[in-house]
């Protein structure tokens, strides 16, 4: 029973929340998704024209007129949703039709479509391991590879960000189990560094070992071609499990996969839980997706657009005087440090019309707080300097501007 | 500090801090609840801990609160070390 004093407890939970600077709130966004939106915040407060800076929706496809009419005639032809899994009465035609065209976008054998790519994660672990195995991850993977290694019975270990020497280290003491699977991000998703890849395959290919790539970040933009991290670092065709998501650069919506090796793809098919115990994903996101796959495979010009937009917005912020973490990625952190600082630059920037989000502890390490922007193919050149001419505003008035971590520190606190 | 609290000691701070971390770890620090070390990260510890001491440490040993600090580190290892 729900009693006052159970409910106390709760109250007192979340009080704990609130009282470390942890408590979420949301902002209504009363537009599609799309770099102009109209935002209420906070709740209650007369819903505003800001430029958004801080969706995953790289490519500008959340409110494409060609996909969201391609959602629409999914919808009119094959329904709202499908009332069922994936192998009772869940799979129509175009379900494998989008796993078939994933296969040849992603360079693999084979797909199979999840509820997200959270679910893809949560599965794909435990569906290809056993207690024989170690799964190997670089210490910044997403949360969601994080709970999925934790659901699977396999050794768990980790090496240091990117740290190919540890990694080998990593490969070599674990010459005794029988399956050595190495786990990584693409594109990491709060520092925007894109994985070393092609030095990852040449280490397993050299200890026997197989790759999982999270590419969730970099799907549709990254490698030229728009192919993925895997494109982008010459080793397409080489990894054996990537995951990632259709609600980023592909439509933003949501579904996920796993697509790889055919064996590995059908285990997941047949053990892999979120798969087998979540409805199939609904007709007019199979048909969406679809739609984004032909405007990828027929022009580079929207994954170009995004590639110059990133450059121009690393420079203008670096020219600006802000520090920035570097990279060739979409995600682009501006770095501040400190966690107050990092919530009332962003408050400040909402107010100056731009929309982004200030992260810290725990989400990003300890003394690491950061506004994380990214670049958007829906993007224009006047949304950019707009932009800059805000942050530029917001800058000046806390005196960060040409400033690093040492001075940003010495005046605000780690 | 003994000869076994500084090999522990020089073990962590090599496996777990990054090249560019500042951080002055005592063998009192806070490992895992201090965030330094994740439960991932601490299959290597143990593992390192059994090879090199030659001892086995049962998974219902190697919980979070007897890997929170070097000192309950070596104390764990000690405990295993008589029992052989």
Known sequence: MYSDKLRQTYQQELKTIADAGLFKRERFIHSAQSADIVCEFPAGAKPKKVLNFCANNYLGMSNHPEVVKAGQKGLAERGYGMSSVRFICGTQDSHRELEQRLTRFLGTEDTVL????????????????????????????????????????????????????????????????????????????????????????????????MVLLDDSHATGFMGRTGR??????????????????????????????????????????????????????????????LKVLDLLESSTALRDKLADNTVTWRRMLKEAGFDIKAGDSPIV?????????????????????????????????KGQARIRTQMSAAHDKRHLEQAIEAFTKVGRKYDILGKGKNEIVAKYGP | MNELTTLVLDYVKKEYLEAEDDRQLTPQTKLISGGIVDSFSMVSLKRFLERKFQIQIPDADASPEAFDTVDSIVALVQRFRQKK
């Open chain 1, 114 to 209: 999840f509820p997200s790519c959270m679910d893809a994660n949560g599965g794909v672990f435990e569906a290809v391991l056993t207690d024989q195995d170690v799964m190997i991850a670089d210490r910044l993977v997403h949360a969601s590879i994080v709970d999925g290694m934790r659901l699977c019975k396999a050794m768990t270990d980790t090496f240091k960000h990117s740290d190919m020497g540890h990694l080998e280290e990593k490969l070599q003491e674990h010459k005794d189990r029988r399956v050595r699977l190495v786990v990584t991000d693409g594109v990491f998703s709060m520092d925007g560094d894109v994985a070393q890849l092609d030095r990852i395959v040449a280490l397993c290919r050299q200890y026997d070992a």
């Open chain 1, 333 to 365: 952190p501006v770095m501040l440090y400190n966690a107050k600082l990092s919530q009332d630059v962003a408050y400040d920037l909402f107010q100056e019309g731009i929309y982004v989000v200030g992260f810290f502890f725990p989400v990003v390490p």
């Open chain 1, 228 to 289: 993925g991290v895997h494109e982008h670092c010459g080793v397409l065709g080489e990894i054996d499990i990537v995951t990632t998501t259709l609600g980023k650069a592909l439509g933003g919506a949501s579904g996920g996969c796993v697509s790889g090796r055919k064996e590995l793809v059908e285990l997941c098919r047949q053990r892999a839980r979120p798969y087998l115990f979540s409805n199939a994903v609904a007709p007019p996101i199979i048909s969406g997706a």
